[in-house]
């Protein structure tokens, strides 16, 4: 893969778009859904809109498809687009705040760019952007969009618990166990780890509020009680 170093806001070298096939798959340690080939092939598409000029349509795939997955490539590349009007009006403090969100877990390309243009900003847009970048983390920071999916996974291993057609389901083609015990060992799986990464991720977020807390500790309750009880059902 094609190495490209980003190096200010108002630059973006044609290979750091690249960056897009790799990124979301190389960030190992958040607990997103698997980095499939639907992923795959969405990033490839929106990066050849990209070079065509379509940028509209870019713009509406990073931002609706790719950026809520937890993507910052996609969530760093809606912010370029706000900041070069490509796809959008130009809207620095816009530009900034996405640069923040996808600058979270302070990888450095994503933190440079956000400090190099925060630091071109006038106080009245740095204020703006702060307060944009609250409504992103709202929607889009990990902390947030994990315990989104949590509230799913949750939902589904229940169900999954409660369910008698899925319970029965047949002996997989490896022989090692059923289609549905392996689902079940997964979800499983993938509640623990989100647990674990929003429990750190709080932690270390200065921006962490009572809400937050009191949200994930009830998630938390649901989610280690509702795994005791398939271990056991095992």
């Known amino acids: 893969m094609p190495r490209s170093e980003i190096s200010g806001p108002r630059t973006l070298p044609v290979l750091a778009v690249l960056l897009a096939l790799s990124t979301a798959v190389a960030d190992t340690d958040f607990p997103a859904n698997a980095a499939g080939p639907s992923r795959i092939d969405i990033q490839r598409k929106v990066y050849g809109l990209f070079e065509d000029g379509q940028y509209e349509r870019a713009l509406i795939i990073y931002r609706k498809e790719l950026a809520p997955t937890g993507d910052k490539f996609a969530q ?3 912010g370029y687009m706000h900041l070069a009007g490509k796809g959008v009006d130009k809207d620095m403090p816009a530009a ?6 996808a600058a979270e877990r302070r990888e ?3 933190m440079r760019a956000t400090e190099n243009l925060y630091a071109e900003l006038p106080l009245t847009q740095r204020l ?3 307060e944009l970048f609250l409504e992103l983390r709202r929607e889009l920071g990990d ?3 994990l315990m989104s999916f949590l509230d799913e996974d949750i939902a589904a291993l229940r169900a999954r618990l409660r369910s008698p057609s899925l319970a029965q389901s047949a002996v997989d083609n490896t022989g090692n166990g059923s289609v549905s015990e392996l689902a079940v060992v997964r979800l499983e799986s993938r509640i623990m780890a989100r647990l674990n ?3 750190g991720a709080l932690r270390a977020d200065p921006l962490a509020s009572d809400e937050d807390m009191e949200r994930f500790r009830e998630l938390q309750r649901r989610g280690e009680r509702l795994v005791r ?6």
């Not at 900034?96 to 969100?101: D, I, N, S, V």
């Not at 009880?229 to 095992?234: A, G, K, P, Q, T």
């Open 197 to 199: 990464y929003v429990e």
């Open 128 to 130: 703006r952007a702060d």
């Open 229 to 234: 009880e398939s271990r056991r059902s095992r």
């Open 143 to 145: 902390a947030n969009l």
């Open 96 to 101: 900034a705040a996405w640069f923040r969100l």
């Open 108 to 110: 450095e390309r994503f």
């Open 76 to 78: 760093y590349m809606v």
